[in-house]
């Protein structure tokens, strides 16, 4: 497997606009698969104030994989166990970056992670050893979106972090 070309760094305030951006862009094309026009404008009908996403970011524990000065992914878990948001670059996909990152989140927590799964990362998370809760339909601005409860046993956690603990590049693709 290819050496990857990006690191995964810890979030500071001045990533806020470039993730909010990134976030907007991947559900208006990764999720464009699974999620009418409609679904996609609802889940994100603009790019989210920065002011406002900045605020969570430093309550959770968040990653950014970053590629010659530029930001191609993230995500962050809460002190609760919920991983809330992981998100690739579309041009990104499949390079290891979402395993990386989810690595780095369940690092950090000790217990049952949950999460809520789109249609488009539920096979992602299925391959890291999540378990569907429930499938569960959403509102967003008066649009019904399907997604999915899902969590990791703590067993689970132990034992992927053992074995992949130090083989960041050889992750499941995202």
């Avoid at 009418?36 to 994100?44: M, V």
């Avoid at 670059?89 to 789109?118: K, M, P, R």
């Avoid at 959403?138 to 130090?166: A, C, D």
């Amino acid at each position: 497997m290819k050496q990857p070309t990006w690191t995964i760094r810890s979030y500071r305030p001045a990533d806020c606009g470039e993730l909010a951006a990134l976030f907007y862009n991947t559900v208006h094309t990764v999720n464009a698969k699974d999620y009418t026009r409609q679904q996609l404008d609802a889940w994100a009908p603009e790019i989210p104030d920065p002011e406002a996403w900045n605020r969570s970011f430093p309550e959770h524990f968040c990653v950014v994989a970053e590629e010659n000065g530029a930001i191609v992914g993230f995500g962050d878990i809460d002190a609760s166990g919920y991983l809330d948001r992981l998100f690739v670059h579309a041009d990104h996909q499949g390079e290891g970056i979402g395993g990386s990152i989810c690595a780095q989140l369940e690092q950090s927590f000790q217990g049952t992670i949950l999460t809520h799964a789109s249609i488009t990362a539920k096979p992602f998370f299925e391959r890291r050893g999540y378990q569907v809760k429930q499938k569960q339909t959403v509102q967003r601005h008066g649009v019904s979106l399907t997604n999915f409860v899902m969590e990791k046993p703590p067993l689970l956690l132990s034992k992927n972090q053992t074995q992949q603990g130090e083989q960041a590049a050889d992750f499941e693709k995202l």
